[in-house]
């Protein structure tokens, strides 16, 4: 779907009155285009915006980002999808000078999603959705099983888990993505919570470290030793979701910003049940993810870069980013969630979890590289090994060899 949310553009050359804005489908866009005459009225500038898909939007930007195209002003990408894509091939304008608007204040963001909008050392992205991993879990379970609170470590996870499986045969002490790919980015805070990352600082795999085989182990072992019975090793949020909101398991852990399955009460079954905590600690302590699941940045080829972060600096200001929060959209913005208005949508207990994730959180929940879905393939291989029981080592260390290899072809 394309739409023009004013006025025309010149469609040709140099800085024009007329930004255009391309962006994906999402309630972040509606929020931004109901507020746009605002802005309009505010810089006397005209706002174009082209409203696209997933995949349109993916396809729109590799014909015109690689064809040079002058015609798209701000973009609205997935920094951890194409973002080190577009950074490399010079897509993404550097953002150095403009973020050092003292109003706008940069260092509000939080250090996450910032991390995974930066490129070689540059800022080329602005973040204006966050998601983080949280605990999802059962209350009238815990309290069935005399557990007086949610478990603050994974070894506390895994004795919950056992004992609730114990005394409840029916219903699985813990569940998650159990998929090749889709388990990844859920498997990525416990990896962190470990000690681990999918690659080290000096652009390594780590797959094969110490820490990378106890988390694969421990995140089988969970799955294997009191997941659901006969679980199936393709499970993405969808599936997973459906066994936690069916009232088949006691914990799951989840990106924050799923719960409404868990919560609506014509979607789960244990809408009145379910509470949140904070990722549990392992031995790194509580890593979990915080991303940025889209960001802002300007066509390095624009030539209306001025009029570009105008509306950048308007769409991502502690303004806009309170009342997107407000309306159900994580922000990237420490304020909003300091701010009591910022946090009265969300259940108190997620957004209790949500805050203690932004504070260790990790900006990226899969590997930062061009081919991701390839990645994502390769890193996810030891999490289907452990879940089958197969040696989590040993698996790591084969993923080990082929990530490195993969890294090694990817930098050439």
């Not at 309630?27 to 505010?42: I, M």
């Not at 813990?174 to 681990?196: D, E, H, I």
């Not at 061009?370 to 790591?396: F, L, M, W, Y």
Request: charged fraction near 25%; glycine fraction near 8%; aromatic fraction near 10%.
């Amino acid at each position: 779907m394309s739409l023009t949310a004013c006025g025309g553009g010149d469609g040709g050359g140099g800085a024009s009155d007329t930004v255009r804005v391309t962006l994906a489908n999402h309630v972040w866009t509606e929020n931004v285009k109901q507020a746009l005459p605002e802005f309009e009225k505010q810089t006397g500038l005209k706002v174009e915006i082209t409203q696209l898909g997933e995949d349109q939007l993916s396809d729109q930007y590799n014909v015109k980002l690689n064809a040079g195209s002058a015609d798209i002003d701000v973009m609205m990408y997935r920094p951890l999808q194409e973002g080190k894509l577009f950074a490399r091939n010079k897509y993404l304008a550097d953002l150095t000078e403009r973020v050092k608007s003292e109003s706008w204040d940069f260092s509000d963001f939080q250090p996450g999603p910032v991390q995974s909008t930066t490129y070689e050392s540059k800022p080329v992205g602005i973040p204006i959705i966050t998601e983080q991993e949280v605990l999802y879990y059962r209350k009238d379970l815990l309290e069935k099983a005399g557990l007086s609170a949610p478990p603050k470590t994974l070894d506390e996870l895994k004795a919950a888990a056992a004992k609730i499986k114990e005394s409840e045969p029916d219903v699985a002490g813990f569940v998650a993505r159990t998929g090749k790919s889709a388990a990844v980015t859920q498997f990525s805070s416990f990896l962190y919570s470990f000690g681990g990352d999918f690659v080290d600082e000096s652009g390594k795999s780590a797959v094969g470290t110490d820490a990378a085989k106890q988390a694969y182990a421990y995140y089988g072992e969970l799955i294997k030793d009191y997941g659901p019975a006969n679980v199936s090793t393709d499970m993405g949020w969808p599936e997973a979701m459906a066994i936690f909101t069916q009232g088949k398991a006691a914990f799951y852990t989840e990106a924050n910003s799923l719960y409404k399955n868990a919560t609506d009460a014509d979607k789960s079954k244990v809408s009145d049940q379910v509470g949140f905590a904070p990722f549990p600690a392992g031995p790194a302590g509580s890593k979990p993810y915080n991303i940025p699941s889209w960001a802002l940045g300007i066509n390095d080829a624009s030539e209306n870069t001025e009029n570009a972060w105008k509306f950048i600096e308007w769409a991502t200001g502690k303004e806009q980013t309170l009342a997107q929060q407000k309306s159900g959209v994580p922000g990237a913005r420490t304020s909003v969630w300091a701010d009591p208005e910022g946090v009265s949508t969300f259940p108190e207990d997620l957004a209790e979890a949500i805050a203690a994730s932004t504070e260790n959180g990790v900006g990226h929940d899969r590997p930062l590289v061009v081919k991701v879905a390839e990645a994502r393939e390769i890193v996810g291989q030891p999490i289907v090994d452990a879940i089958t029981g197969k040696d989590a080592a040993a698996s790591a260390d084969t993923a080990h060899t082929a990530f490195q290899q993969f890294l090694d072809d990817e930098a050439e």
